[in-house]
């Protein structure tokens, strides 16, 4: 009889750890039953193309006083968006670079501005919490904003951290000064910091983080990396986010000044998107006078909503639906042109400059046709058809394979369809934002070094194409339809990373800096 009890305990243990077990994988597995519920195939995005109120030019810094108030200005309107973006069911919103405090400041000058931006491990929700890593006020408003609305909020600010005179690179003032992203979840937490790595001429007032930073962070819409304006030319960190951290979604705040023929805002960042293959949400300051506007809202196959405005004041709230795991296809840039011959023989070449970029050139003469240019080891391949072929335009093919020296040093393979300024060939590259020809076809190849390549059609009047074009596996560039308006470019934007100069991102010798204020003063003029 007692060996029968035991039997019996045993069993009723055996069958009672059975059950916590399998207790265990319900709760296990409704928790994951959860999570997938939870995990959102699409979401809504929004973006706010800020009208940026400018403090005045001042080599001396403000007080902190009248640094807050002018930023609080700017934080009105953004929190105007913020709440418009969250009743019309964005989950997330992106804001511009320098679209709190503005732009032309000394370094000296930008200190009253910044707050000491912690890592977000310390998990903070600075509306709940805001002495918590001293005076942040703006980041305390940015979090209540996001908290209040539930909404993701992207915004720029400045950071700055103490350094030691022990630290070799501590700047003489004593402390590092960063242009900043941050990121603040539905429920105000802080969720990301970015530190700008790729600094643009002039923004001396900032120090570049010794090291690339590769900020992501998750959602139940998708993974998502971060990084700002002139990073986007750049490997580390916008190529390594998509390559290795395999994101679905790129935040993109820039104050980007516009410069065709192929580095407008909407164009490049709609095909970088496209090259990329991940969503992409670039807002940008609004200051038509500088050439800075143009926001959007890019998916890998199209743009879904984009702004380009040069005659108002005004700021402008995007939104758009995106998948929020997209779809990468892959592509083989070079096969298809390394694979047929030369598509025309005897045309005459000649030389002329886009963007201080010597390209190699040739007219197209006819109504239609199919022509190839070369410049080193890029061979570019078009074939077109026009609606009509008028007497009063001029289009070219151009390549151009080398080291862009300008505002940076950046290695480039350009296979382009343009439209020359003016009937004079020496104006094939400049600026031209009309035009009256539209194309029936075109299906536009090269032989890139790189697998590296942005897809770029840009239409009369700045405008996107969306729907009437693609990219084949094989590399083509290829037309769906008639064009919808006239037609500006249509390139391939390719990047040998590996070819760029050792010193990479910032190029300090007087020529090169001196080109590059050539170059703005030559942008602000067209």
């Given at each position: 009889m ?8 045993g ?17 296990v ?9 939870s ?45 418009s973006?969250a ?44 002495d918590?890593?001293?005076?942040n ?7 209540c ?32 000064q960063?242009?900043?992203?941050v ?10 910091r970015?530190?700008?790595?790729n600094?643009?001429?002039?923004e ?7 090291e ?10 998708g ?9 986007i030319l ?5 190529v ?13 705040p ?26 992409f ?10 050439r ?21 004041k ?17 592509v083989?840039?070079?096969?298809y042109?390394s694979?047929?011959?030369?598509l ?42 026009m ?26 393979q350009?296979?382009t ?15 031209v ?19 590296y ?6 239409l009369s009047?700045i ?13 083509r ?8 308006e ?19 991102i ?12 050539i ?8």
């Open positions: 007692l060996a029968f009890y035991k039997k019996l305990a069993r009723q243990s055996l069958d009672s750890s059975m059950l916590a077990s399998r207790w265990l994988l319900c709760v597995s409704s928790a994951v039953c959860v999570l997938e519920a995990s959102l195939d699409t979401f809504v995005a929004a973006v706010y193309e800020h009208a940026v109120i400018l403090p005045n030019i001042t080599q001396l810094p403000v007080s902190s006083e009248e640094a807050l108030a002018l930023m609080n200005q700017n934080l009105d309107a953004l929190e105007r968006a913020v709440t973006a009743k019309q069911g964005a989950h997330i919103i992106v804001t511009p670079e320098d679209g709190i405090y503005g732009m032309h400041f000394s370094r000296q000058a930008i200190y009253p501005y910044l707050e000491d931006i912690p890592d977000p491990q310390v998990n903070w929700i600075p509306c709940n919490n805001p918590r890593f001293g005076y006020p703006v980041q305390k408003r940015l979090s904003l996001a908290k209040s609305n539930s909404i993701y909020v992207v915004a720029n600010i400045g950071d700055k951290k103490p350094c030691h005179a022990s630290d070799s690179h501590c700047p003489p003032d004593g402390r590092y960063y242009n900043t992203n990121v603040f979840d539905s429920q105000g937490k802080l969720v990301a970015y530190h700008k790595q600094l643009f001429l002039g001396d007032q900032f120090d570049a983080p010794r690339p930073e590769f900020v992501t962070f998750n959602t139940s819409f993974k998502f990396g971060i990084f700002t304006c002139f990073d750049f490997h580390d960190p916008a390594t986010l998509v390559k290795d951290f395999h994101v679905d979604t790129i935040l993109f820039t104050a980007w000044m516009n410069v065709l023929p192929h580095l407008s805002a909407i164009e490049f960042h709609s095909a970088w998107a496209m090259g990329m293959g991940v969503n949400l670039a807002s940008n300051i609004h200051y038509p006078t500088k800075m506007t143009g926001s959007g809202i890019y998916a890998p196959e199209s743009p879904k909503s984009f702004h380009y405005d040069m005659r108002t005004e700021g402008k709230l995007l939104f758009a639906q995106l998948d929020s795991h997209p779809h990468r296809p892959a083989n840039w070079t096969s042109a694979s047929i011959e030369a025309s023989v005897g045309n005459k070449e000649f030389k002329s400059i886009a963007f201080f970029d010597e390209f190699t050139f040739v007219v197209l003469k006819g109504i239609a046709g199919n022509y190839t240019v070369c410049q080193n080891d890029l061979c570019c391949h078009l074939s077109y058809q609606s009509e072929k008028r007497s009063d335009e001029v289009y070219a093919l151009g390549a151009f394979d080398g080291l862009h020296t300008v505002e940076g040093q950046y290695h480039l350009i296979c369809l343009l439209k020359c300024r003016t009937m004079d060939l020496s104006t094939c590259g400049s600026s934002d009309t035009a009256s020809t539209r194309f029936e076809m075109f299906s536009l190849s090269g032989t890139f070094g790189t697998q390549v942005f897809p770029e059609v840009l009047e405008k996107l194409a969306p729907g009437e074009f693609q990219v084949s596996s094989d590399g560039l290829l037309s769906l339809k008639p064009t919808s006239p037609v500006l470019t249509v390139t391939l934007f390719g990047r040998l990373y590996e070819k760029d100069s050792a010193s990479g910032r190029v300090h010798s007087l020529i090169i800096v001196l080109m590059g204020l170059s703005i003063i030559y942008a602000l003029c067209w």
